[in-house]
């Protein structure tokens, strides 16, 4: 396994990293299976491991501290905090208030005194920029978290962030995660730019497409899998499907299995420093593993771009973040009174 910088932190991580929301009630509520499978991922060089307070409502965080016992000082460890964590309305968001505890108990979860990367989980328009990188500020310079990042933040939020950050003499993002793909190449337009210009590492989600791009989903045929229970939208839409399937004889002339291909393009962008993996089986982490050594040529990467043009989206993923002005009409519609020129 090579081993990236994480930006300009100083941090070396994989290219590959292990993402651990499968890891529960959400998906493998085996606990000894679930840590077999991190101990694997470990064994085979992998240093990054990624998880969050909401997976399995906390679940993800206790195997993962399970399964880290003994090896904690090896591994680069990563969680998030922001969405709900109960019904109380202040057990959710990115406020000092709540950052404070939240982290205190992802660090019980996890039975560690600290974790690398300390990431807010989606944005929070409730709560002013500033609020939450003196809280991140805080956390650091107690020891309590190395770095911070983000999670699906717009580029002009980025932007703001690493302004903000310089003004008020804060600690500022040091990583992104944004969902990637070949079928969500949106990133490629601003976010990826905005994450090199300011020296940040970014850890992508989904390089699999939500499932699509392991060849399991298929244009006109029912897919018996785990995440098809789960009625995603994004695993039946024809727009992606048809993507599919214009992808799948690509990736056998060029001698892959689709989930190869997939991983290889994520990571032959420069902006990119690792692509999280997200098994749910030691049979899935395995045959991503097989593919560690992949290296896609220019001519199969073209190939792709004229399938799925570079900056584009193919649909929408379920779980990608919306931003307020996508989900809420009123913030893109004047008063009915108001609309008309004269």
Known sequence: MHYRSLGRTGIKVSPYALGAMMFGALGNPDHDDCVRIIHRALDAGINLVDTADMYAHGESEEIVGRALKGRRADVVLATKARNPMSDE?????ASRRWLMRALEDSLRRLDTDYVDIYQIHRPDPDTDIEETLAALTDLQRAGKIRTFGTSALPASDIVRAQWVAERRGLARPRTEQPVYSILNRGIEREVLP????????????SPLGGGLLTGRYRKGQEAATHRSRYGFQHLTDDRRLDVVEQLIPLAEEAGLPLTHLAMGFVLAHPGVTSALLGPRTMEHLDDLLAGVDVTLTDDVLDRIDAVVPPGTDTGTLDMAYQPPALQRPELRRRPAGERAAA
């Open 194 to 205: 905005a994450a090199q210009e300011f020296g940040m590492g970014t850890l992508v989600w």
């Open 89 to 93: 309305p202040n057990h959710q968001g």
